[in-house]
């Protein structure tokens, strides 16, 4: 007996809420610095900033021993352009970066990270995460080193993406937390942030919180405060139903929400990407042969093998030619990234024109992944470091398909059948969406060489900066972020908490509890707002569908948010997400109206601007809500090594890092 | 027989993870570090969870590598996942499947740990 129904069904009555409740019951906290979502770059934030001294609060929505995108494991690490056996130093490493995304990318980010992901692992192995390999269980394999044991991914020649057995990576930095005495504050989620002074000199003085079980009221003031909140989800593709999306459901948007309410500056959410939501199968859990599966060979109903070839279009001879870079090319950059593929830093890949072959009957349906034809290191390394590390693989595939009889030596894994246009890239699990299923894309905030947003007292980590993703990025900038933030508190003095603000998002918060008209639940409020979202932003905008979009969500605002209703605090909670969801999507919409081109680079069309990433427009156009509407300027890609800031990346880097430097 | 209730239809999934009453001691570990909430704790000490909200799991398993009771939790992929997870044995040429009825004989083999 297991789900409410038997448990109704076994003659029992309705079971009340299981936690006292609380609503709108106040209760004030302060702190040094405040991390707002304990996720990885919240955590590593913290751990920084508590080891600079700090007294640190860290408010995460769920709970913190696994939380986040990235709190159910890691198999690669990336951007490790430090660690003793790389041979591509962080320089090179961020322009070939920043000259990859076409200049939309954030410099700072991208070069803290080259600078410091390794030094970030490090951290992670004090804690008691596997980054080498003792055991020897991979002796011999060409992606070993055996001075270091360190494992490598992609491109094994180059060395700067490593493999790690990162399951435990979240228990581990949650333990690190605990030890350095950093403060948790579990299942609350952050509401607005508290401010002071207008324009140019506001700053972030602390935030609100709602208690996730209990329905209280938190009330944090804090010296700096760091947005560590993730990337929205939910936004076009709800299903009241999940079963499953690749990122996880609990990242809303309400930080960034909150951050778009006081005034501080995003570039990039005219972005967004396909999405196939729901209709994507087990992530890693069927035959394909992308990311943690790179370089799996797969094979057609007859046995027969799909090429794999290089940047030029050459079919490689050998499974060791997958993991080394074309010839003539400096390095190849992998998965994962959030960098599209360049001539220069294309991972080798299946041939491109599977679809078409398919179609002419070249290779017949179904597809597996055939792992046997892997030398075992290899197999071993996919199908049991790789799946068995990385986020939901360990217990939701390796575990679950070995205790049903997969076994890599001597089965093949079917690939989904699916339309054969899907065939085109190897992330065969991601299925087939609909041009209107969009998700996030790099839109986040803007920040400075201090990872600083516009806002004095505020920093920001992880997706929540505009532009990169991964793990690791998360785990640097979180690292990053929170010395700056920690120096900056230790200059500083808490502010008084202005009473109209919190009594003003006391009102706003707690309004499900007492819905106006026919009540409507969250679900359907969130897969209306996302119907929004897909009819006026989807795959491809026009003027008139994007202010449409506007007119609708203010509508929504009017009418639907009032009737939003919730039976306890885990509605409470999903009830406020959706509202944030309005300020997101006007965000959004907003952005996107600024931009009257089309661009590639941002999987932004505009049927209204159909020229491509046109030089006038090849810039950022940061925006932020102003006193009376969105506030919208031209920020230059190389705003980072202008004025105020120096010429070169290592110059900032040195200038800004607060570390004592080596050499 | 139990008597018959007026209940909405059962959510999709349905359980989404499943507990083994004769394996689980209700520590509740798994309902306190669930990060999607969709575990509760049984109103009866010492029972396994009531999953309430199995719509909203993310499949992650963190409450199975939770748990200190190996075997207490399982977790299910809904069925409109299992149906696409086939694997073919190369030397028999025989297909299997994530639910099927009569499944091959386990792989022990741990992952990389």
């Known amino acids: 007996m297991s789900t409410w129904h038997e448990y109704l069904m076994g003659g029992k009555p309705v079971p009340p809420w299981p936690y006292p409740v609380r609503y709108g019951e106040e209760q004030e906290l302060t702190t040094d610095v405040l991390i707002c979502g304990g996720g990885i770059a919240g955590s590593h934030a913290a751990i920084s900033a508590r080891k600079a001294g700090a007294k640190v609060l860290v408010v995460e929505k769920t709970a913190s021993k696994w939380s986040g995108n990235g709190g159910a494991g890691v198999d690669h690490w990336l951007s490790a352009c430090t660690n003793p056996c790389s041979r591509v130093g962080p320089e090179e490493y961020t322009e070939r970066v920043l000259t990859d995304c076409g200049g939309y990318d954030c410099g700072p980010l991208r070069y803290v990270v080259a600078r410091e992901s390794w030094d970030a692992l490090l951290d992670c192995e004090a804690l008691g995460v596997r980054i080498r390999d003792e055991k020897s269980e991979f002796e011999g394999a060409d992606f070993r080193e055996s001075e270091t044991g360190l494992l490598f991914a992609y491109d094994y020649q180059n060395r700067c993406e490593l493999r790690v057995w990162g399951h435990n990576m979240k228990p581990a930095l949650h333990g690190g937390m605990r030890k350095l005495g950093v403060d948790l504050l579990d299942r609350v989620m952050i509401t607005s942030f508290l401010t002071e002074g207008e324009g140019n000199s506001r700053r972030v003085t602390g935030a609100t919180g709602l208690d996730t079980r209990t329905g209280g009221f938190y009330i944090i003031r804090a010296k700096a405060v760091i947005l560590a909140t993730g990337l929205p989800g939910r936004m076009w593709n709800f299903s009241t139903e999940y079963r499953s999306t690749f990122r996880d459901p609990n990242c809303t948007g309400e930080g960034v929400a909150a951050a778009w309410k006081a005034g501080v500056e995003f570039a990039r959410l005219e972005e967004s990407h396909q999405d196939s939501g729901t209709m994507a199968y087990i992530s890693y859990g069927v035959g394909n042969a992308h990311n943690t599966w790179h370089g799996c060979p797969i094979v057609d109903a007859n046995g027969k093998e799909v090429p794999w070839v290089d940047r030029d279009g050459n079919e490689l001879g050998s499974i060791g030619e997958r993991f080394t870079p074309a010839e003539g090319q400096r390095f190849m950059l992998g998965d994962g990234l959030r960098v599209p593929q360049s001539y220069e830093n294309q991972t080798k890949k299946l041939s491109p024109d599977l679809p078409e072959r398919i179609r002419k009957g070249e290779f017949v349906l179904p597809l597996f992944a055939d792992l046997t034809r892997m030398p075992e290191r290899e197999r071993r390394a996919i199908f049991g470091l790789m799946v068995g590390n990385e986020g939901r693989t360990r217990v939701p595939v390796y575990e679950t398909l070995t205790k049903a009889g997969f076994d890599p030596d001597i089965d093949m894994l079917q690939v989904p059948i699916m339309d054969p246009s899907s065939y085109g890239h190897s992330n065969f699990w991601s299925g087939v969406g609909a041009p209107q299923w969009r998700m996030w894309g790099g839109g986040g905030v803007v920040v400075d060489w201090d990872l600083r947003t516009n806002l004095e007292c505020l920093y920001a980590a992880g997706g929540a900066i505009f532009g990169a993703g991964a793990h690791s990025s998360a785990a640097a900038s979180g690292r990053y972020a929170g010395r700056k933030a920690a120096e900056h508190a230790s200059g500083s003095s808490l502010s008084k908490v202005d009473a109209t603000q919190a009594a003003r998002e006391k009102a706003r918060i707690y309004a499900p509890l007492s819905p106006q008209g026919r009540t409507l639940g969250w679900k359907e409020f969130n897969a209306g707002i996302g119907r929004v979202m897909q009819s006026c932003c989807g795959q491809y905008k026009s003027e008139g569908g994007l202010l449409e979009g506007l007119r609708i969500l203010a509508e929504v605002r009017e009418a639907e948010a009032g009737s939003v209703g919730a039976a306890n605090p885990h509605e409470l909670m999903h009830a406020v997400e959706c509202l944030a969801m309005l300020d997101v999507g006007e965000a959004v919409l907003h952005a996107s109206l600024a931009r009257k081109a089309s661009s590639d680079y941002l999987d932004f069309q505009r049927i209204d601007y159909p020229e491509v990433d046109p030089p006038e427009w090849q810039n950022l156009r940061p925006i932020r809500l102003g006193a009376s509407g969105p506030e919208i300027r031209d920020l230059p890609f190389d705003y980072h090594l202008r004025p105020p800031f120096m010429p070169s990346l290592k110059e900032n880097y040195e200038a800004h890092c607060g570390l004592p430097l080596k050499g | ?113």
């Not at chain 2, 239809?9 to 990060?35: E, K, Q, S, Y």
Request: some cysteine; glycine content about 8%.
């Open chain 2, 1 to 113: 027989m139990s008597e018959t209730l007026m209940l909405p239809n059962p959510p999709v999934p349905n359980r989404a993870v499943d507990f083994n009453p004769d394996l689980c001691n209700g520590c509740n570990l798994c309902v306190g570090i669930c990060r999607s909430d969709v575990l509760m704790p049984n109103p009866e000490q010492g029972k396994p969870p009531i999953v309430l909200y199995p719509d909203e799991c993310w499949y992650c398993g963190c409450c199975v590598l939770e748990c200190r009771k190996p075997g207490a939790i399982a977790l299910l992929h809904p069925m409109n996942q299992s149906v696409s997870v086939v694997w073919k044995r190369k030397a028999t040429g025989i297909h299997y499947r994530l639910g099927m009825k009569q499944p091959p004989a386990p792989n022990g083999r741990p992952p990389s740990s």
